[in-house]
């Protein structure tokens, strides 16, 4: 008992002492509640990726009842992978042992729907592709867990549990990449943020790449002094958005001056799927007409160790003028 009214109280002097960004959130997504009929349109318009709303894309009918529910019935449940399963493109050959690559997914996001994410940036990438699994515990649920990790800075246990995968694979490799979609960059952007604070790994930061896609997140930092002697973000950040994408509005695009790394919008596109509205166009490197270091791993290519985008650059493929499309 003792202990729930002291987790009470620290809650709630987390909602006081962040109320402002509380009213901040709420005026926001008021302001921009028109574009959430788009989140999922258009609907199976891409033949380069399977859709995760079309029943074709999953195994069985199993898997479609499964993800389903996930998404609708509240209940807390486990991570299917702790950043061990990976998915792997068609006739993969083993190469660049030295990097490994992580996903983290969004919410309402059940183990079939994080494995149809993985194949499809395996395929795009042609490389094994970790999960890094925020399991599900219902639309509702997972909203209110992404509103307290971003506005109210409460990290929780799946944070900090990917934060201790990805600093042990710093370890080990000589690359890391990240790629976070929705609510993964928020978890992302705390990845970055323990790094950076962690004197026992932060000198393995010049090694993490981290790419957030229909970013929720309402800051990302890199290191000022590490930044300045690499001459690049460090971590390096790049994030990815459709201007139409309710989430990208009340995220990224709301919080460009806190947010490091460069950022491709497609002002008049719809859509917040991974496999539907993002993979295609980055695939085709239409969010940054093939400037960005991500485009430069498609099809298992490697960028030059020196091909970085600067982190205080905004572009997007449209307009040269990135906060004025994106407003």
């Not at 900090?160 to 690359?175: F, P, Q």
Request: glycine share 6%; with cysteine.
């Amino acid at each position: 008992m003792f202990n729930l009214i002291k987790q009470g109280q620290t809650f709630a002097r987390r909602l006081y002492n962040n109320r402002g960004h509380l009213r901040e959130d709420m005026a926001l997504a008021l302001q921009h509640a028109w574009t959430l009929p788009y989140l999922a349109s258009p609907w199976s318009a891409e033949a380069l990726t399977r859709s995760e709303l079309h029943p074709r894309s999953y195994n069985n009918w199993g898997d479609v009842i499964n993800l389903s529910l996930q998404a609708i019935v509240p209940m807390e449940r486990r991570t299917y992978s702790p950043g061990t399963v990976a998915c792997y493109p068609e006739h993969y050959a083993v190469g660049a042992p030295r990097e490994k690559w992580f996903f983290i997914n969004g919410i309402c996001t059940s183990p079939p729907v994080a494995i149809l994410n993985g194949l499809e940036l395996a395929k795009a990438f042609n490389r094994p592709i970790h999960l890094i699994h925020t399991p599900t515990s219902g639309v509702a649920w997972d909203l209110w867990d992404s509103m307290t990790a971003r506005t109210l800075r409460k990290d929780g246990l799946l944070g900090r549990l990917a934060y201790d995968v990805v600093k042990e694979a710093l370890r080990h490799h000589d690359k890391v990449v990240i790629i976070g979609h929705s609510q993964g960059t928020i978890v992302s952007s705390y990845i970055a943020r323990k790094l950076l604070k962690d004197k026992r790994y932060r000198h393995h930061a010049p090694k993490l790449e981290i790419y957030c896609i229909a970013g929720v997140a309402d800051s990302f930092r890199v290191d000022p002094h590490l930044s300045a002697h690499f001459g690049r973000g460090v971590p390096y950040v790049e994030h990815f958005a459709n201007g139409l994408d309710f989430f990208c509005r009340i995220g990224v695009l709301a919080h460009l001056d806190n947010t490091s790394g460069a950022v491709f919008v497609l002002p008049n596109r719809t859509g917040h799927l991974l496999n539907d509205h993002y993979i295609p166009g980055i695939w085709r490197g239409e969010y940054c007409n093939k400037r960005s270091r991500l485009y430069k791993y498609i099809d298992g290519n490697t960028p030059a160790s020196n091909d970085y985008v600067q982190h205080d650059l905004n572009m997007d493929a449209d307009t040269p003028d990135t906060h004025a499309e994106a407003s």
